[in-house]
């Protein structure tokens, strides 16, 4: 099965480390809204969307770019990393689960983990979460991919 993800990492490079873990699962290619080929993402059996979250949304270079893609089918899943919890009535990556159900994609799942956040009043005490994503994080981002790779539909998975 061919995989690509599509990733925005702006701040720390914590969202980039949950996708290229994601991908040594998935044998999948990281590629950056800008990068992302309409053809390759068309041909994948399997796209993951990520990014950080800011404002409580999913980076706005992202939601832009699944709001261009032409109406397509094939798989999909979410992902994200935030310094704050999710609220689990209003988990961050619903809106972009919805946007892609709206272009026919089929979402198996989602991924969220805590992150190294230096936003506005965090960065006046030096930032949160310093040390996430950690290890423990990465390695439930890389099961979250090995129930993906196996055809197994997740649940939303938090790390």
């Known amino acids: 099965m061919k995989a690509v993800i599509v990733c925005v990492s702006v701040s720390h490079g914590n969202t980039r480390r949950v996708a290229d873990s994601m991908a040594q699962v998935l044998g999948a290619k990281v590629v950056s809204p800008e990068e992302a080929d309409l053809a390759e993402l068309s ?5 993951g969307f990520g990014s ?4 409580h949304r999913l980076h706005p270079r992202l939601t832009d770019f699944v709001r261009a893609l032409p109406a397509g089918q094939g798989r999909a899943f979410v ?4 310094g704050l919890p999710e609220i689990p009535p209003a988990p961050f990556t619903r809106p972009m689960i919805r946007l892609l159900e ?7 799942g989602s991924f969220s983990c805590r992150a190294f956040d230096t936003w506005a009043p965090f960065k006046l005490v030096g930032g949160i979460n310093r040390q ?5 994080d990465l390695a439930a981002a890389r099961a979250f991919a090995q129930r993906l790779r196996d055809g197994r539909k997740s649940a939303s998975a938090a790390a």
Do not use: Y
Request: hydrophobic content about 40%; cysteine-free; overall charge positive.
């Open 79 to 82: 992902f994200a990393t935030s």
């Open 132 to 136: 996430r994503p950690n290890a423990g």
């Open 43 to 47: 041909r994948a059996g399997l796209v």
């Open 52 to 55: 950080g979250v800011f404002h």
């Open 102 to 108: 709206g272009k026919g994609f089929e979402v198996d």
